[in-house]
């Protein structure tokens, strides 16, 4: 059996507030010592998941943008179990248009471009309700920090966005409705996270899911794929899974999936030491 951990970043591997993860750092190279295949899935742009990637000291697969790209997917095809089934290039491309960045990685892409999305929006979003939206691109430094609470190199990595667009929403719920509603016909989708809105297509964090169990599969040896999350944006990841593992947030309920996995594992530590203790209860469950 071949193991994938696919994991949300903010608030569930690293700290909701610090977005820190020195204290479980040995853990995590334990895990890929191990064969363990770790995948971050984040809303986090590429150049945020590639910081991430440096400071971890590791060279991981990634999916960033809520499922807009798979980053690196070659480096699946150097993992132990692959080999029978996923050597051709068309396995790699089977969800998107593929591309190499400068680095001779593989970039497998299912999101629209922004100018794409902004011309998606502007043709197909009532302007009365455009008019409620606030983009992140607009705003002065100041706030976009103060908003995202970041600065420096850190802010610009999170506005250097290829696949979807920040803004904030200032109508009234039902108002809200009325936007997905017609960002859904549109072929788009709009993430209501903690700080900011997301606008991006019609993709979600379980959209790569398929190929990477086409990717790390052999006949012998099956892909048992982990999801980690903590927030709403990680359900789709998380049902999806074999088995889900729901790290909480401090002084809020822990997540409640709809269409859970048969296993799903709960714990009731927050970021980061609780997304450890989630990674061993779920391979205490594998190798039982």
């Known amino acids: 059996m071949h193991t994938i951990f696919i ?10 507030d610090d977005f820190s993860f020195s204290s479980i750092h040995h853990e995590i190279h334990e895990l890929l010592a191990r064969g363990i295949t770790i995948i971050p899935n984040s809303s986090k742009t590429r150049g945020e998941i590639e910081h991430f990637c440096d400071q971890l000291g590791a060279r991981l697969p990634f999916i960033c943008e809520n499922g807009a790209a798979l980053v690196r997917a070659d480096l699946l095809r150097e993992t132990p179990c692959v080999g029978v089934t996923t050597s051709s290039s068309a396995a790699l491309s089977g969800n998107g248009p593929t591309a190499y960045d400068s680095t001779g990685h593989q970039r497998t892409v299912l999101g629209r471009t922004v100018d794409k999305l902004m011309s998606d929006w502007v043709n197909w979003i009532d302007p009365m309700l455009r ?6 691109d607009s705003m002065p430094e100041e706030m976009q920090s103060a908003i995202l609470g970041l600065k420096g190199d850190d802010l610009a990595r999170a506005l250097a966005r290829e696949y979807s667009i920040l803004f904030c929403f200032q109508g009234t719920q039902q108002d809200f409705a009325r936007l997905r509603a017609e960002a859904a016909v549109a072929g788009l989708r709009i993430h209501r996270g903690g700080r900011v809105c997301c606008l991006s297509g019609q993709h979600d964090k379980a959209s790569f899911n398929g190929m990477i169990r086409r990717l790390c599969s052999t006949v012998l040896a099956p892909a ?3 999801g980690f999350g903590d927030s709403d944006n990680d359900i789709a990841l998380l049902c999806a899974a074999d088995v889900a593992c729901v790290v909480p947030r401090y002084r809020t309920p822990a997540l409640s999936l709809p269409n859970p996995p048969p296993t799903v594992i709960t714990v009731p530590q927050p970021a980061p030491s609780g997304w450890v203790m989630a990674a061993n209860r779920a391979l205490t469950v594998l190798d039982g």
């Open 224 to 226: 048992r794929l982990i």
């Open 7 to 16: 994991t949300d970043l903010d608030g569930t591997l690293l700290g909701h």
């Open 131 to 136: 008019q409620q939206c606030r983009f992140l």
